[in-house]
Structures are given as structure tokens and as C-alpha cells.
């Protein structure tokens, strides 16, 4: 049996993340809410609704929650559609409202990281082509400037964009998210203007507030070649390399290339004081040599790690520490992980979550180790809410609360008392897994045979 206490850096940073359109309830005139009206674009019809009624106030009682669990930071997104419902139309009591949001966090000892953009679009901004429109970077960054402005509260950490690949990806090539488009040229250029997006934003707090700290968050997918891996390789990089890496490469050259789709954007170079990973899991990454121009994921076959719900991967925690090095070697920046969690829906005791959380964490403190400057961690998060597409699905809840929808009473899980005695430790301590993950604890941490009884031979 070992004993170990891995502590983490002072002043290491614990928290959850939240986003606005899954947390706050109250239909806002943006894309998502239109995009919730239709049959068959959510899981069994589910509309946000009144989310976790943030909204309404109750994000006092959660943040009494997250610092009864010792979190000295949150995550959480401004939303733009309430603050510019109409083009132009800048609604100061939205604004104030946040201003209330961020006393809030203050007050209990927890520095705020605001998100600008988190998925979703004012229908204004929508209607007029969404991020197809070039205009609407410059849109975006006359909103930022007015949040800046108008916003009276100090903040030093800004999160410019949340995922923008994955919004690109989820609405323009799948069609999960709104506007449901299929076409990979449009694809492109939504990741293109994002990115732009992210520039305009950056310089836009630089100028009003110089010592602000701006990044974004960027989801890495763990990718690995299917078996044999010498074949697959190929499809396994071009994957990587697009879905991980083109974003990031163009911040620190200028250039964005995508595959057959490249362009200068000078502007984009140097826009980063840190970087964000969301992690979630990894993906097998293939293609058949019968149809070698078509690279494909296959979800179905985990390798060491769990299956996880159809539009995740496989649920394999360790692979946070290749993302940490890659984005922490490429960018020579501090990291802080934006996002990390997993579904798991049983309430209380949510299992799977306690491992997921300690095999995680062990990864993120290795990373330390190796020098690499992870400065704080975000549990996604911190109470079940509105998934996108999954809606409220009992299978993609990834709260250290549950939630009643019907009731809005809170129900803690064995998850959270796990990460609470983390973060008021500042570490992750053998005792926590005996205590959270008793049959876990041989398999992660095995042991070494030690010899101690040793019969010398007789003297001669
Ligand atoms: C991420 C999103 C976040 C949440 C988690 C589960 O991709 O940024 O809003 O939905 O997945």
C-alpha cells in the first residue's frame, strides 16, 4: 500500500466552469433558444427553459456551494444577447447584472474568468449569417468593448472564445448545432472569422485594459491511430492536426492552414496571455484503404479506457497530460485546464466521477511536475444543466450538484465532497482515494514489492 500526498503550486488556481445559455434560464433572444423550437434537434425535445434559474438569482446559493467546497475561482460566460438584444441596443441592467454576478464571486474569495463567447449568437447576429459574416467579428468586438467599458468590476482574466472548433465543427459540418449546416467550405471560414473573432477581442481588452490576461479555451481531442497504427497514422494527424492544432499554430504564426484552405491573418499573431484546454476524451482515427480519401472515428471501441455516451469518445483521463504538453510546448504560455469532467448521471454516488476526477488530476499533477506552468483546473461543472444538444439527459449530467428542474432544489454528490477536500488541500492525498475510490485504489496505485525481512546468512 503506498501513501502519497501530489500537492499542487501555491496559488493554483480551483473552480468550476459554467456557461450563460446552460445555467441561466429565461429564453434569451439568441440561437440556440430559436434553435431549441424544433422537433428533433434536442434530446427528446427539451428547451434550456429555466435552466438552473441563474438568471433569477440562484447563482448566489450555487456560489455558496462552490466555496463551501473551497473553489477560489469560477469560470462562467457573459451572454451577448441579452446585453445587445438588438443590434446596437446595449441593455445596461444586463450589464449590471453581471457587474452583481461578479460582486458575488468576490466577495466569497473566488477570481472571476469571464467567457465572451460561448456558443451562442444574439438571433440578430444570427439572421445576418452568424460567424459566416465577416461583419460579425467586428460586431463581437463592439460588444467586448462595451462589456469592458461598461462592466464596473476589476476583471484580470478575459476567455475570449469557448470551443471555437467545436462550434464550427458542431453547427457547420455535423449539423448538431445551430444552424445545422453540412459543408466543410463554410466550416472553414466559420473557424476563420472565430479566429479573427479572437483577435478582434484580444486587442480590443489590451487597448482598454493593458494588464488583463487574455486566452481562450480550446477543446483538444486525445486522437489515436486504430490498430495497426503504422496505416492509420496518416488519418490520425491530418485529424489532429486540424481539429488540435491549426487555431492554436495560427495564433503564434498568422497563418491559418487547413487543409486546401489557408490565409494570412497577421492580426491573430502573439494574441494569447494564456492558454485554455477543455479536455473530454479520446478518439480512434482511421480511414479505409478502399476510400483513402475519407478519414473516420471509431467511437465504438474503447481501447483501455470507458465507453462513454454517443457523441463522446472514449473516456480516457489520462490522455489530459499529451494535451497539456503539446499546447504548453507550442505556445509557451501558463495553462489553465478550462474544462475537464464526465458524464455520470448516478446521484449520489456518482462512481465514475470520483476515478475520473483522481485519474485526472494525477495527470494534471504530473504535468506540474514536468515543469510544464498549469496554473488552476475548472471541473466542468458545478451543477447539472441545459447540455445543447443532449439537453437534459439523464445520461449527460456532469454537475458536482444535481439539479431538480421542476423544484430547482440541489442535491450534492460524493463528487463534490471529493473535490472539495482537493481544493482546501491544495493537493490530491492517498487517504482521498481510500476514501472516494477504495476499489480503484491497487489499480492506479500499485504498490512496489519492498523486501523487508531479510535473513542474513549465518556468519562463517
Ligand atoms: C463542452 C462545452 C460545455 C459543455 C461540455 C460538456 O464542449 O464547452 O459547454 O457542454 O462540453
Not at 491559418?256 to 476524451?281: F, S
Not at 440541489?410 to 472539495?420: E, F, V, W
Request: charged fraction near 25%; aromatic fraction near 12%; charge should be negative.
Amino acid at each position: 500500500m503506498v501513501d502519497f500526498t501530489l500537492t499542487f503550486p501555491p496559488g493554483f488556481l480551483w473552480g468550476a466552469a459554467t456557461a450563460a445559455h446552460q445555467v441561466e434560464g429565461g429564453s434569451p433572444p439568441n440561437n440556440w433558444t430559436a434553435w431549441e423550437q424544433t422537433l428533433g434537434h434536442i434530446y427528446r425535445e427539451h428547451v434550456a427553459g429555466q435552466a438552473c434559474d441563474w438568471w433569477g438569482g440562484r447563482y448566489i446559493e450555487d456560489f455558496d456551494r462552490a466555496v463551501a467546497m473551497h473553489h477560489n475561482a469560477h469560470r462562467f460566460s457573459v451572454e451577448w444577447s441579452r446585453i445587445e438584444p438588438e443590434r446596437g441596443q446595449f441593455d445596461l441592467p444586463a450589464i449590471a447584472h453581471y457587474a452583481d454576478v461578479l460582486r458575488a464571486l468576490r466577495e466569497r474569495g473566488m477570481e472571476p474568468v469571464i467567457t465572451l463567447h460561448h456558443f451562442t449568437n444574439p438571433l440578430w447576429v444570427e439572421e445576418m449569417g452568424g460567424w459566416l459574416n465577416e461583419e460579425t467579428v467586428r460586431r463581437f468586438a463592439r460588444f467586448v468593448q462595451v462589456v469592458m467599458e461598461e462592466l464596473d468590476q476589476p476583471v484580470t482574466m478575459w476567455c475570449t472564445i469557448n470551443e471555437p472548433l467545436v462550434y464550427a465543427t458542431n453547427g457547420y459540418l455535423v449539423g448538431r448545432f445551430p444552424p445545422g449546416d453540412k459543408n466543410l467550405r463554410n466550416t472553414f471560414l466559420v473557424i476563420e472569422n472565430l479566429l479573427r473573432g479572437h483577435a478582434a477581442a484580444y486587442h480590443t481588452i489590451k487597448d482598454i485594459q493593458p494588464d488583463a490576461q487574455v486566452g481562450l479555451a480550446k477543446a483538444q481531442i486525445n486522437f489515436t491511430p486504430m490498430r495497426p497504427s503504422w496505416l492509420h497514422q496518416p488519418a490520425r494527424n491530418l485529424l489532429r492536426q486540424t481539429i488540435n492544432r491549426a487555431f492554436i499554430d495560427a495564433i503564434i504564426t498568422g497563418e491559418l492552414r487547413l487543409p486546401m484552405h489557408k490565409v494570412e491573418l497577421p492580426e491573430a499573431r502573439d494574441t494569447l496571455d494564456w492558454i485554455g484546454l477543455n479536455y473530454y476524451y479520446r478518439l480512434q482515427a482511421g480511414f479505409n484503404p478502399l476510400k483513402p480519401q475519407q478519414v473516420f472515428i471509431d467511437r465504438r471501441r474503447p481501447r483501455e479506457g470507458i465507453l462513454g455516451p454517443e457523441s463522446v469518445g472514449e473516456i480516457w483521463p489520462e490522455g489530459i497530460f499529451d494535451e497539456i504538453k503539446w499546447l504548453c510546448q507550442r505556445t509557451d504560455k501558463p495553462l489553465y485546464v478550462t474544462e475537464n469532467g464526465v458524464p455520470d448521471g448516478d446521484l449520489p454516488d456518482d462512481t465514475l466521477r470520483q476515478v475520473h476526477l483522481i485519474r485526472s488530476l494525477r495527470r494534471v499533477w504530473d504535468s506540474v511536475n514536468y515543469n510544464f506552468p498549469v496554473k488552476g483546473y475548472f471541473y466542468w461543472t458545478l451543477v447539472d444543466n441545459f447540455e445543447w444538444a443532449e439537453g437534459y439527459d439523464p445520461a449527460f449530467r456532469f454537475g458536482l450538484y444535481g439539479c431538480d428542474l421542476e423544484t430547482q432544489v440541489r442535491t450534492k454528490k460524493r463528487s463534490a465532497d471529493l473535490y472539495g477536500a482537493i481544493c482546501a488541500a491544495n493537493a490530491l492525498t492517498s487517504d482521498m482515494v481510500h476514501e472516494f475510490a477504495p476499489d480503484a485504489f491497487d489499480g492506479l496505485f500499485p504498490g512496489v514489492d519492498v523486501q523487508t525481512d531479510v535473513t542474513l546468512p549465518p556468519r562463517p
